[in-house]
DNA sequence: TGTTAGCACTCTTGTTTGGCGAGTGCTAAT
DNA sequence: ATTAGCACTCGCCAAACAAGAGTGCTAACA
């Protein structure tokens, strides 16, 4: 166990070190108001904190840098929870005050104040669309071989899908076909629209569809939406302002990372409610190994339907990092719960 | 004027600085076949292209490097047009191969393989949406007060968005007004839609609606789609392994300028037809000034929709980006027109 | 026994120095 | 007009050195 001073130095080392990104030293240390005695006692204590893992040395004679465990035990143990500057606030609710509709305007918005305001890369997984409720299906022919179905949720989510029609199909029929499936498959998730396109629908299109196996298939082929939700960005740059990454190819394969999407993607997706932190190698990825991840859920009622993260070194500002991802994802939450939980 | 011989050397200084980025000094040129006179020779004549402009010392004893006039006269003047690689041409040719219906995708795909292709960063300013027509609207009420109205294009191209009804707006009127929207709008050009709305469609509207003047004022500002065409992007990290850009600040200013999308825009935008090029200041952007972007329109039929451009390193492959967006242009306009232009 | 002052030692950083190689400009010979 | 030769310039690199920051250890102190 850390004794009382042990964890009070520890936690002056990272809040420095966080700060300005140097090595601290013992006799820097020593002149804190918070620190009462010498730098010698420091210097004894500091080798225990190393010995113990919390905190680590660049070479032989340098001050000393938190290590991942440190940082692990700092975010655990350390983290005093910080109340917003009333600026911040303001901010982020002028964001929510705007009467916008579409849910990804929202989300989009909400991670570009967030970068702003942290000077750090904001990603947010964007609100799962399978889990969203049919409200209406549309299609319409745009040539004779072509035609566009359009998909409305009951959040206001449109998706389209341009398809191409059988041959010799009637473009009399679409009309017929529509209003079928949207008799049958109104107020299904999209999740199971397939399904129940062959279940249900199936049989009703044959009495009244020529053609009837051509389309049933590529419809639920078309209607299979199984793209992936989407991830918004803000501040994809800011990262190269942080001194860590003045290195040339540890920028490069950082934006690689973010530019390819899919490990970020990975690392975002199935997240449990509430706020998690994960640091350097914690995200089992290299390019992230100089790098934290703070994830923060959010939901509509009672359903969680995304994720909106930071991303920055481990000399993050954990603090207000946590506190401004729990302001703006209990304020999303409610805005989105006020919006679209009508039932 | 210059001579054979200078123009022969600017070439060779060029084509050399272009493939290894180093300053190229007299003795390595009078090494290569080209060349068959001594380096005392080309020294005099280095010497006197630099007095006019075409090249400069980095420093008093340094090799020389082409300038901005050089590359300039080399566009213009030197380059042999060069035939594609067989294996780029099959590359392209792959991606057009496939069925895509949708515009915005297809050129999404054009981006990603000229940046692979190039290594440089593609931008494609995406099609002019205005300019398309309206094939059909659709109104979706999605609760009391919002409902979401999905504009088709005859492209294929889908717009949406959520607006608020008025208040006490009758859901069944809905259906009404989406078919009158039809029946008058069907074939119009977006640009043009506002206009008719109050022309043509005031007075229909007004006879079989309620609450005739707040709808109408919210549609046409809803259906007033000023959206700006998008940017599409493939390679924007690519500029960072290229040897310029081992400084940090270059790189981040002129990654915030592809992130911040509208100074690019508008170098984009208003581009006559054809290709062409921009040479560092030319540009007049400073976070160019390292860089060339060479510009190329594309069109469906006779009506020029779009520009695909390459940005790249001044130091950049001029002959053979410009033989590619010859290629990918031309197929492109081919495919498009072929899929859009049916009357 | 816990704390501290003092000191030798280590390592980084910045500066200087000298040598090497690539390149130039000029001059004189061809 | 071309070229060989030569002195000179500069960037680059490695070695040498001083200064500064920091450490670990020891011995003295409360």
Redesign the interface.
């Known amino acids: 166990m850390l004794t009382e001073r042990q964890l009070l130095i520890l936690q002056v080392i990272i809040d420095e070190f966080i700060s300005y990104a140097q090595p601290v030293g013992s006799r820097s240390l020593s002149k804190k108001d918070e620190i009462t005695f010498s730098s010698a006692t420091i210097r004894n204590e500091m080798s225990d904190l190393e010995e113990l893992g919390f905190i680590e040395k660049t070479h032989t004679s340098s001050g000393r840098v938190p290590s991942e465990k440190g940082y692990r035990y700092y975010v655990d143990h350390l983290l005093s929870p910080q109340t917003l500057k009333s600026n911040d606030m303001l901010m982020i609710k002028s964001v929510f005050a705007e ?1 916008i ?2 849910l990804e305007k929202i989300v989009q918005k909400s991670a570009k104040i967030l970068s702003e305001l942290t000077n750090y890369t904001a990603i947010v997984l964007g609100p799962k669309v399978k889990d969203h409720k049919l ?2 299906i ?1 299609i ?1 022919p ?2 004779e071989e ?1 035609a ?1 179905a ?1 998909i ?1 949720t ?3 989510h ?1 998706e ?1 899908k ?3 029609l059988p041959p010799s199909f009637d473009v009399n029929e679409v009309e017929k076909m529509a209003n079928i499936l949207n008799d049958r498959l109104a107020g299904v998730p999209l999740m199971e629209l397939k399904d129940k396109i062959y279940k249900e629908v199936a049989m009703l299109l044959k009495q009244h569809i020529h053609n009837y196996d051509a389309v049933i298939a590529t419809l639920s082929d078309t209607l299979n939406l199984s793209k992936p939700e989407k991830l918004f960005f803000g501040g ?2 800011n990262m ?2 942080q001194p860590e ?2 290195d ?1 190819d540890k ?2 394969s950082l ?2 990372m973010i ?1 390819q999407e899919k490990g970020l993607y990975d690392l975002m997706k199935r997240n449990p409610a509430g706020i998690h932190v994960k640091i350097g190698r914690e995200n089992n990825n290299s390019a992230l190994a100089a790098c934290s991840l703070i994830t923060a859920t959010y939901s509509v009622g009672p359903e969680q339907v995304g994720t909106i993260a930071i991303l920055g070194p481990t000399r993050m500002e954990y603090s207000r990092v946590i506190s401004l991802l729990q302001f703006i994802t209990t304020d999303l939450t409610a805005l989105l719960t006020k919006l679209y939980q ?1 039932e």
């Open positions: 009467r509709y579409e409200k209406k549309q319409v745009i040539s072509t566009i359009i409305v009951d959040t206001g449109v389209n341009v398809f191409s994809k740059t190269l302002s990454f003045h040339i920028v490069r934006l690689a530019e009508k």
